[in-house]
């Protein structure tokens, strides 16, 4: 829990970051907790879903300059008079179903393709690597290399602290 909490640390000097890892850890320890006194399962999909609300809430405080900002964006998120947002969708002219469908359709799709889809240990068993596919990579390699090489200099991120 600790070691979490100062690894939030380590991205920068804001209690944001703090909390960040503190959610990752308290989630830790949790899960840690729970496999000791062998609790009962959690099914996958209640697991998965835990797991994606934490990291999330995770992020809201990774991604806020400072920590009112976070709490802010929390209160709005949970709103029980706005729920998912809907006095937050444009309307221009009628088209308020056309900015629902715009935000709910990826999310079907992503929702979709998570469950109904191959896991990636699934697709690592029927990848059957070709000279093609190897020189593919090679080649994609080499030209994220020659971007990253490019003559635009940029700091290294953590160069900022």
Known sequence: ???????????GPN????????IHGI????NQYWKKKKMPEIPDWGGWLLTMLL?????????SPNLQTALLLLTRLL??????GRSGFIEIDGLEWTNRIILIVPQAIGLVVAFAGKTSDEFARDIRPTWKTCAFTVACFFLVLTYLNSSVSKPFVYFAF
């Open 15 to 22: 209690w944001t970051f703090v909390i960040f890892g503190a």
């Open 79 to 84: 709103n029980r008079h706005d729920l998912f």
């Open 55 to 63: 990291v999330d809430l995770g992020f809201v405080f990774f991604r």
């Open 27 to 30: 989630a830790l320890a949790l």
């Open 1 to 11: 829990m600790i070691a979490m909490a100062i690894a939030g640390l380590w991205h």
